[in-house]
């Protein structure tokens, strides 16, 4: 293990090399090789305790809870809101907190971080999400797109050759056609509140498809309506 210095950020990390013999019966046919380093942990860390106190200050404005915990990891923002208030709208905080991780992150490794937007209990918020490129989408215009993109993928088509038709909110009683047993996975996919089920219709070229947030013999379920 070696220890480094960032002199340009003023942070210590680390990298670690290892060789692993692999073989039989103790004989040694070759050497798996691996390496880590933890300059990545280092820098988010650098980046969060840079703009962390600005975060937190744009959201007291708006008596929003942060949860800047993902952010590490998963380039994720947490927002919690607490009075009866339209997220859509809020825009400007939004910008504004991808401005204050901007001005600490000099490598620009967090650009594309995502905010969710979610009620605190009692709220009558709806979930959303922020991205700096695709603006505020709604949780249930998250999952539709999802389900349009990955209906576009199991069909062999473009994203664009789809056109959603109609889409509502289902229970798994209201979806009798699906039989339980083949069901791989029962919580909907691609839903952040995990309890929305949506059955959308869409067309592509001549044809018009059903398609449901659940997964069904490990693909989303997926067919030919009439």
Request: with cysteine.
């Amino acid at each position: 293990m070696y220890n480094f210095t960032d002199t340009e950020l003023g942070f210590d990390f680390i990298v670690r090399s290892s060789a692993v013999s692999e073989g039989m019966d103790g004989a040694a046919f070759y050497y798996k090789c691996s390496n880590y380093t933890d300059w990545d942990k280092k820098y988010a860390e650098m980046v969060i305790a840079g703009c962390s106190d600005e975060v937190e200050k744009l959201c007291a404005e708006y008596s929003i809870d942060c949860d800047m915990a993902m952010l590490a990891d998963s380039k994720f923002i947490g927002l919690k809101q607490r009075e009866d208030s339209d997220p859509s709208q809020l825009t400007e905080l939004y910008d504004n907190i991808c401005a204050a991780v901007s001005a600490a992150d000099p490598r620009s490794r967090f650009g594309e971080i995502e905010i969710s937007v979610t009620p605190v209990p009692g709220s009558v918020w709806k979930r959303g999400s922020y991205t700096a490129k695709g603006g505020y989408v709604s949780a249930t215009e998250w999952v539709i797109n999802r389900i349009l993109e990955t209906a576009a993928k199991q069909l062999g088509k473009k994203r664009e050759e789809l056109t959603l038709v109609s889409a509502e909110q289902r229970t798994i009683e209201q979806m009798p056609y699906i039989n339980e047993a083949d069901v791989t996975y029962t919580p909907p996919l691609f839903d952040n509140n995990n309890t929305i089920y949506k059955e959308v219709y869409f067309s592509c070229g001549v044809r018009t498809y059903k398609a449901v947030n659940i997964e069904v013999g490990h693909e989303m379920y997926l067919e030919e309506a009439d």
